[in-house]
Nanobody, 122 residues
Framework: QLQLVESGGGLVQPGESLRVSCAAS????????IGWFRQAPGKEREGVSC????????KYADSVKGRFTMSRDNAKNTVYLQMNSLKPEDTAVYYC???????????????WGKGTLVTVSS
């Protein structure tokens, strides 16, 4: 019954912004560390950002630092990834993942969404 659903993907031009969302059901998101990952066709999955459980901090991949911001809204049981100054190389399917407790994000996290496609192109 634990489920994560991403939304908000779409087509955007380089330099523009987009916000993707990850809504949780079946569990209370504030007790979990949540990560954003992405995978482009023909490329390996890569970590994008990570936010720890309530009261914790955030981490970002070097490729997105200064452009992407991750946040959580516990009242809505949702986490967000605000993506600014988007580049064509940001094009990928974006996935969210979760693990309970005070852990950092990794590829073995037990709960994953199905992804939302972000395409950055002119």
């Amino acid at each position: 019954q634990l489920q994560l659903v991403e939304s908000g993907g779409g087509l955007v031009q380089p330099g523009e912004s987009l916000r993707v969302s990850c809504a949780a059901s079946g569990f209370t998101l504030d007790y979990y560390t949540i990560g954003w990952f992405r995978q482009a066709p023909g490329k390996e999955r890569e970590g994008v950002s990570c936010i720890s459980s309530s009261g914790g901090g955030t981490k970002y991949a070097d490729s997105v630092k200064g452009r992407f911001t991750m946040s959580r809204d516990n009242a809505k049981n949702t986490v967000y990834l605000q993506m600014n100054s988007l580049k064509p190389e940001d094009t990928a399917v974006y996935y969210c993942a979760a693990v309970r407790g005070s852990r950092w994000c990794n590829y073995g996290m037990p709960y994953w969404g199905k992804g939302t496609l972000v395409t950055v192109s002119s």
